[in-house]
């Protein structure tokens, strides 16, 4: 499973951002979808997560704020940013339940995307 994330970038408090991140291969199974985030000298944590069947759960710091969705057909997991706070400065990385299925069998495992910055200045 590869994922690729985009549409970080810089944005004014109080403005928002739209994170993407797309996974592919070959006979690909997609379970949980989420995104962490880590902020300078933090480590990285959890920001959202959604289930193959939609069901999602959000850190305490973004609830009200921000919104996961995703794409099941284009395996797409999306992170909608608003009422950005200059504290939500980080680099933000994509994860995924997923992996591969090879007749009856199945080989899954946590999958990283490469981080995405997001820097919101005051």
């Known amino acids: 499973v590869q994922l690729q994330a985009s549409g970080g970038g810089l944005v004014q408090a109080g403005g928002s951002l739209r994170l993407s991140c797309t996974a592919s291969?070959?006979?690909?199974?997609?379970?949980?979808m989420g995104w962490y985030r880590q902020g300078p000298g933090d480590q990285r944590k959890l920001v959202a997560s959604?289930?193959?069947?939609?069901?999602?759960d959000y850190s305490d710091p973004v609830k009200g704020r921000f919104t996961i969705s995703r794409d099941n057909v284009k395996k797409t997991v999306y992170l909608q940013m608003d009422s950005l706070k200059p504290e939500d400065t980080a680099v933000y990385y994509c994860q995924v339940d997923g992996g591969t299925v090879v007749g009856d069998a199945y080989y899954g495992g946590k999958h990283w995307g490469k981080g995405t910055q997001v820097t919101v200045s005051s």
């Open positions: 959604i289930t193959s069947d939609g069901a999602t």
């Open positions: 291969g070959s006979n690909i199974r997609i379970n949980e």
